[in-house]
């Protein structure tokens, strides 16, 4: 077996660049906490900021930037309810109306508002 079949990632395009002091060591430290090598961890950031031509983007199909805050919100209301005796009286609209809770607070944060 060649090493290109071994290792597709060797035909993969290469590309250097230059990183800002101190940006090498914020990935790092990012791709460790995620488990995940550097690379993917900069492709991801790539491919979401450079979506391949003609793909949906969240504004076409009516999904905004506010129900993606509310998407991870959720994910965390969720993770934290189960065996959380205090939660249990919790449903769905309670989850949804919480994680958009979340997300307006990060939507003004992020405009600069509290």
């Known amino acids: 077996m060649t090493d290109e079949a071994k290792y597709p990632s060797l035909l ?5 660049i230059r990183l800002p002091d ?3 060591d914020r990935v790092k430290a990012y791709a460790e906490r995620n ?3 550097m690379n993917t961890e900069i ?3 790539l491919e979401a900021a450079f979506p391949p031509e003609g793909a949906a983007t969240p504004a076409v199909d009516g999904f905004e930037l506010r129900d993606w805050f509310a998407g991870q919100a959720l994910n965390g209301i969720v993770a934290g309810y189960w065996g959380n005796p205090e939660m249990s009286g919790l449903g769905p609209r309670e989850f949804a109306e919480d994680a958009y809770a979340v997300a307006d607070a990060m939507m003004r944060a992020r405009e600069g508002g509290a």
């Open 12 to 16: 993969a395009e290469r590309f250097q």
């Open 22 to 24: 101190g940006l090498r």
């Open 35 to 37: 488990d995940r090598s």
């Open 43 to 45: 492709i991801r950031v």
